[in-house]
């Protein structure tokens, strides 16, 4: 397995992982896969990782700006997902080991993720790569219907001596 930058010739496979995580009910807010021009404006240049095997891509990882403001020109939001038939065999890890180095590479000094409660296997992740829990927002937003409260997660830079 590897970790490489994704391309968009990778859509097809990213947005079938990214399909899976949204039929679960407890990735994302989201309801449906975007096309690949939305996403990629939504997403930074850098940063944009696929883990692979034998051409095929088990798993992929991004990040988002929190905000358009200058000051927060430094802080990223994470999205990584695994493909099901891939979880349990350390992909998340190794694309959030990555993400953090590449994260840093950019000059970025925090990442971070709002997790649903539910998603057990994603807030033990955060943890094992080093993220922290700060805090929950309670009842911010819906999902067919439901309130869902959201984890939130972040990892500080150790390059720019503020985490």
């Avoid at 021009?37 to 930074?44: I, N, V």
């Avoid at 992909?91 to 180095?101: A, D, F, N, S, Y």
Wanted: proline letters at 2%; charged letters at 30%; aromatic letters at 8%.
């Amino acid at each position: 397995m590897k970790v490489r930058a994704m391309t968009p010739q990778d859509w097809e496979q990213v947005s079938q992982i990214y399909k899976e995580g949204i039929s679960t009910g407890i990735a994302t807010f989201e309801l449906n896969v975007p096309s690949y021009e939305s996403w990629d404006q939504a997403h930074l240049e850098k940063c944009r990782l696929i883990a692979e095997e034998e051409g095929n891509i088990l798993g992929w990882a991004a990040l988002s700006p929190v905000s358009s403001r200058c000051v927060y020109g430094g802080v990223g939001e994470v999205s990584v997902y695994v493909a099901s038939k891939s979880r349990g065999k350390g992909v998340g890890k190794l694309l959030m080991e990555r993400l953090i180095e590449e994260s840093e590479e950019a000059g970025l000094w925090t990442i971070q993720s709002g997790i649903f409660p539910e998603n057990q296997a994603s807030v033990k992740l955060h943890e094992k790569v080093g993220f922290r829990y700060i805090g929950k927002r309670e009842r911010v937003g819906k999902i067919h219907g439901v309130w869902k409260d959201n984890l939130l997660f972040e990892k500080r830079s150790k390059k720019i001596g503020i985490d």
